[in-house]
């Protein structure tokens, strides 16, 4: 069974400041691994995904997230904060080969930015 | 491009009451989902369709039937709400058996159930 864990339901930080969101899986075969943004009274939209390759992988928005199988992590970062940011991100897993909707979705992290 | 559409976006329910969900997306996906989503909890899927004509209990479908009604369409229904079902109500989409696979989401219906 997979899971996802992420640590801290609420960051706060200061526009201009660096972003880190964090999110720990399980999985007992390779996942799939995907950041998804909220915007307030919104669906969720891709941030972005690691599926095979390269393990940096960027996204929208000058986000990026690292998948490190040895530490089964998935963290999501930001160099520069942004007002606009401010949202609420979910972590989430699935196996590979089944379909992107079943996810293993974390329970969220809001992001407040402070001007 | 609408993508994923859900109606309606608000409903207020009595307990008792029934009411349907509808979905459609139109990038001609195979598979959608329908999932809840409630404070601190995340998103837990209800039930899922791999592909037109099948339907499959997700993590919390109890209280729910849902209908693909084809290709296009995905519809939720509560047959007697229940305070409990308060929630807000996400489908999804997602094309399967390619390495883009990520999930495509509605914009949500916020139900209330008194």
């Known amino acids: 069974a997979q899971s996802v864990t992420q640590l801290g339901s609420h960051v706060s930080v200061s526009e201009g400041a660096l972003v880190l969101l964090r999110c720990n899986y399980s999985?007992?075969?390779?996942?799939?691994l995907f950041w998804y943004v909220q915007y307030p009274n919104q669906g969720l939209q891709l941030l972005l995904k690691?599926?095979?390759?390269?393990?940096l992988v960027k996204g929208i928005n000058g986000f990026e997230a690292e998948f490190k199988k040895s530490e089964t992590s998935f963290h999501l970062t930001k160099p520069s904060a942004h007002m606009s940011d401010a949202a609420e991100y979910f972590c989430a897993v699935s196996d590979r080969g089944t379909n992107a909707g079943k996810s293993t979705f974390g329970d969220g992290t809001t992001l407040t930015v402070k001007p | 491009n609408a993508g994923v559409t859900q109606t309606p976006k608000f409903q207020v329910l009595k307990t008792g009451q029934s009411m349907t969900l509808q979905c459609a997306q139109d990038?001609?996906?195979?598979?959608m989902y329908w999932y809840r989503q409630d404070p601190g909890m995340g998103l837990r899927l209800i039930y899922y369709?791999?592909?037109?004509?099948?339907?499959d209990k997700g993590e919390v479908p109890n209280g729910y039937n849902v209908s693909r009604l084809n290709k296009r369409e995905f519809s939720l229904r509560l047959e007697s709400a229940a305070p409990s079902q308060t929630s807000v109500y996400f489908c999804a989409s997602s094309a399967t058996g390619t390495l883009n696979t990520e999930a495509f989401f509605g914009q949500g219906t916020r139900l209330t159930v008194v």
């Open positions: 990038m001609n996906h195979n598979s």
């Open positions: 690691y599926t095979t390759g390269a393990t």
């Open positions: 999985s007992s075969v390779p996942p799939y």
């Open positions: 369709s791999a592909s037109e004509g099948t339907t």
